[in-house]
């Protein structure tokens, strides 16, 4: 099963791509995570990271195809992955499909995270700030990071719908529980229809 998740930051995806993992037996692959690693090593590079994520901006999309060619061809993915946080620009969404074609694996679900009120993602956000003191949490980068999100990111909704037509719409502002129970379904449906094995 190969799942890609999109949804502003705060919308609960990074949550529910854990349980995807807990439950199909498949590897998370969180960019963000990779990155605030990335970050922490004596190298150039995690130079210019602190800088790109403390503001909220997007690392550069060379950066990121290199990182998630890289991931995808270790071995792990094979049976299926949930990608959080790639693609985030059509650029990206253009290379994962390159990429996926030379692996001869496809996207099997694509889940759009919505949030209408963008005040209980601020919420969740700030709140998560403090309680895990990440530096990279300011009010400014977050909001600069929705802005983002709506301009570079929310278009690829658009794009899977008509180049694949396998997205999922989830309601995210609801109990995680909840949440995952729609995730549950619509991946059992998609396997209905032959879209992907279960493991
Ligand atoms: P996340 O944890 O997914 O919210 O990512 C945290 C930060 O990492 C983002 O605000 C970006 O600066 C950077 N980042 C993560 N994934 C990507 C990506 N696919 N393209 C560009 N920047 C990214």
Known sequence: MNIVVLGPQGSG???????????????????????????????????????????????????????????L???????????????????????????????GRDLDVVFDFQVPNRDIVLQRLLARAAEEGRSDDTPEAIQ???????????????????TRGNVVGVHADRKVDEVFRE??????EAVRHGKAPVR
């Open 144 to 162: 600069r990071r929705l802005e983002l999100y709506d301009r570079e990111t929310a278009p690829l909704v658009e794009y899977y719908r008509s």
């Open 13 to 71: 995806k990074g949550t529910q791509a854990e349980r995807i993992k807990a439950t199909y037996g498949i590897p998370h692959i969180a960019t963000g995570d990779m990155l605030r690693e990335m970050r922490e090593l004596d190298t150039p590079v995690a130079l210019e990271l602190r800088a790109v994520l403390d503001r909220g901006d997007l690392v550069n999309d060379e950066l990121m195809i290199d990182l998630i060619r890289e991931r």
């Open 183 to 188: 995730i549950e379904d619509a991946l059992a």
């Open 73 to 103: 061809s270790r071995g792990d993915t094979v049976g299926g992955f949930v990608l959080d946080g790639f693609p985030r620009t059509m650029r990206q969404a253009e290379a994962l499909d390159d990429l996926l074609r030379e692996l």
